[in-house]
């Protein structure tokens, strides 16, 4: 049976469909255990739900189901597939990741047409009772293997979450990015806050116990989809609401907010003053702007790296710092906030192993991949050699606070 209910938005209704697990399940030609199970690895969370606790689904879920089978089928695992937020994530890094896995089916493809004609020449050997070369075929299979080992080597190397891992694993700092940030927030009971460019609310989710109660917290992205991961994070809780804005027409009414938040995500913005406009306008006297950035040096030891491997590798076509970091960013403030003051991150990243760098590498936004594609191996050996003795990188990352 399918359900429909009324939704309340703004004021107005809209007519949404629902689906049972067993009618979701067959709509996808999967099993029910598999729907289950994707919503207790968080990677497809239901609709909603009804009375009695039944799983609902929407038109929109079935389009995030769609991906999430296409990614499994392209060999991704469901960790890699849980970190790129599907759907409305980081586009750019997704489209490079499927990319990849052309690239690898195209190489397997080449190398089964090989395998393909050594057997045709083989058994054409012996229609004509001629000596059968053994060991070419052999050294074809073997190669074929080495090429397979080499392809999934790199193809695990390049999932996003590469990233995350690198900092939580190996930075020098254990309290954390998030911790340290949400602690300097001072929050208090009937605050009103907006976080802009909230993402998946790790902000919130990895300090859910400490958020004091009587605070009214607005989550936003420009992403739907991002904002629907930050609810299943965080899931039913009183304080947050959840909308989608955009940081140059924020959709409040002027002297509305005591703090807006903007966790490295003014960079990204197209108009960046336009963007602190507005900020400056929702938020009431004295009220205070917290925007986090990072400089120039902020892991430049891996940009190094890999141009010493090849000057043509560029990891990111836009330094992001140049549009707002820490150091130019306490100018661009100045324009808008009367007190602007920096606060640093003390922290370093310390390793000896050369796959969580590489890993890192790999998930980057620039050119990497189709450079480093078909000299897999030997970037390996080349990062091996420089990290085994023990590699140091820098981080310089911060907030600037900026009162109104």
Same mark, same amino acid.
């Given at each position: 049976?399918?359900?429909?209910?009324?939704?309340? /938005?703004?004021?107005?209704?809209?007519?949404?469909?629902?689906?049972?697990?067993?009618?979701?399940?067959?709509?996808?030609?999967?099993?029910?255990?598999?729907?289950?199970?994707?919503?207790?690895?968080?990677?497809?969370?239901?609709?909603?739900?009804?009375? %009695?606790?039944?799983?609902?689904?929407?038109?929109?879920?079935?389009?995030?189901?769609?991906?999430?089978?296409?990614?499994?089928?392209?060999?991704?695992?469901?960790?890699?597939?849980?970190?790129?937020? @599907?759907? !409305?994530?980081?586009?750019?890094?997704?489209?490079?990741?499927?990319? /990849?896995?052309?690239?690898?089916?195209?190489?397997?493809?080449?190398?089964?047409?090989?395998?393909?004609?050594?057997?045709? &020449?083989?058994?054409?050997?012996?229609?004509?009772?001629?000596?059968?070369?053994? =060991?070419?075929?052999?050294?074809?299979?073997?190669?074929? &293997?080495?090429?397979? !080992?080499?392809?999934?080597?790199?193809?695990?190397?390049?999932?996003?979450?590469?990233?995350?891992?690198?900092?939580?694993?190996?930075?020098?700092?254990?309290?954390?990015?998030?911790?340290?940030?949400?602690?300097?927030?001072?929050?208090?009971?009937?605050?009103?806050?907006?976080?802009?460019?909230? %993402?998946?609310?790790?902000?919130?989710?990895?300090? /859910?116990?400490?958020?004091?109660?009587?605070?009214? +917290?607005?989550?936003?992205?420009?992403?739907?989809?991002?904002?629907?991961?930050?609810?299943?994070?965080?899931?039913?809780?009183?304080?947050?609401?959840?909308?989608?804005?955009?940081?140059?027409?924020?959709?409040?009414?002027?002297?509305?907010?005591?703090?807006?938040?903007?966790?490295?995500?003014?960079?990204?913005?197209?108009?960046?003053?336009?963007?602190?406009?507005?900020?400056?306008?929702?938020?009431?006297?004295?009220? =205070?702007?917290?925007?986090?950035?990072?400089?120039?040096?902020?892991?430049?030891?891996?940009?190094?790296?890999?141009?010493?491997?090849?000057?043509?590798?560029?990891?990111?076509?836009?330094?992001?710092?140049?549009?707002?970091?820490?150091?130019?960013?306490?100018?661009?403030?100045?324009?808008?906030?009367?007190?602007?003051?920096?606060?640093?991150?003390?922290?370093?990243?310390?390793?000896?192993?050369?796959?969580?760098? @590489?890993?890192? @590498?790999?998930?980057?936004?620039?050119?990497?991949?189709? +450079?480093?594609?078909?000299?897999?191996?030997?970037? #390996?050996?080349?990062?091996?050699?420089?990290?085994?003795?023990?590699?140091?990188?820098? #981080?310089?990352? %911060?907030?600037?606070?900026?009162?109104?």
């Amino acid at each position: 049976m399918i359900y429909s209910f009324f939704d309340y /938005i703004e004021g107005r209704h809209t007519m949404s469909q629902y689906y049972t697990s067993g009618e979701f399940a067959k709509k996808a030609h999967v099993s029910i255990r598999t729907i289950r199970y994707y919503d207790q690895k968080n990677l497809l969370k239901p609709a909603t739900h009804t009375k %009695g606790g039944a799983r609902l689904y929407t038109d929109r879920d079935f389009a995030k189901l769609q991906q999430i089978l296409l990614l499994k089928y392209l060999g991704f695992s469901l960790s890699d597939i849980r970190e790129m937020t @599907i759907g !409305s994530g980081d586009k750019q890094l997704l489209r490079n990741s499927l990319q /990849i896995q052309k690239r690898l089916a195209e190489e397997r493809l080449e190398e089964m047409k090989n395998v393909v004609n050594a057997i045709d &020449s083989t058994s054409q050997a012996l229609d004509r009772n001629d000596q059968v070369d053994w =060991s070419k075929m052999l050294n074809l299979i073997h190669l074929t &293997s080495m090429n397979q !080992s080499l392809s999934m080597q790199y193809k695990n190397a390049t999932n996003i979450s590469a990233r995350i891992r690198l900092h939580r694993d190996y930075s020098v700092n254990k309290e954390g990015w998030f911790p340290w940030l949400f602690s300097n927030l001072h929050l208090k009971s009937g605050m009103k806050v907006l976080e802009l460019g909230a %993402g998946n609310g790790a902000l919130w989710s990895q300090n /859910i116990a400490k958020v004091p109660a009587g605070v009214n +917290i607005i989550l936003s992205d420009i992403s739907e989809g991002m904002l629907a991961d930050a609810k299943n994070e965080i899931s039913n809780k009183p304080e947050f609401q959840y909308a989608v804005i955009d940081a140059e027409k924020i959709p409040f009414a002027d002297n509305t907010f005591d703090l807006v938040i903007a966790n490295h995500m003014l960079f990204y913005c197209d108009d960046i003053s336009k963007a602190l406009s507005e900020i400056r306008r929702v938020l009431k006297p004295g009220a =205070s702007l917290v925007c986090s950035t990072y400089s120039k040096r902020h892991m430049r030891e891996i940009t190094d790296l890999v141009q010493s491997f090849n000057s043509n590798i560029v990891l990111s076509s836009t330094n992001l710092y140049e549009r707002f970091g820490l150091d130019n960013g306490k100018q661009i403030l100045s324009k808008f906030f009367s007190d602007v003051t920096c606060k640093k991150y003390h922290d370093a990243i310390e390793i000896s192993e050369a796959t969580p760098i @590489i890993s890192y @590498i790999l998930s980057c936004h620039g050119n990497q991949n189709e +450079i480093l594609l078909n000299h897999y191996q030997e970037f #390996k050996q080349y990062v091996e050699s420089k990290v085994s003795g023990g590699f140091s990188i820098t #981080k310089d990352a %911060g907030f600037f606070t900026a009162r109104k």
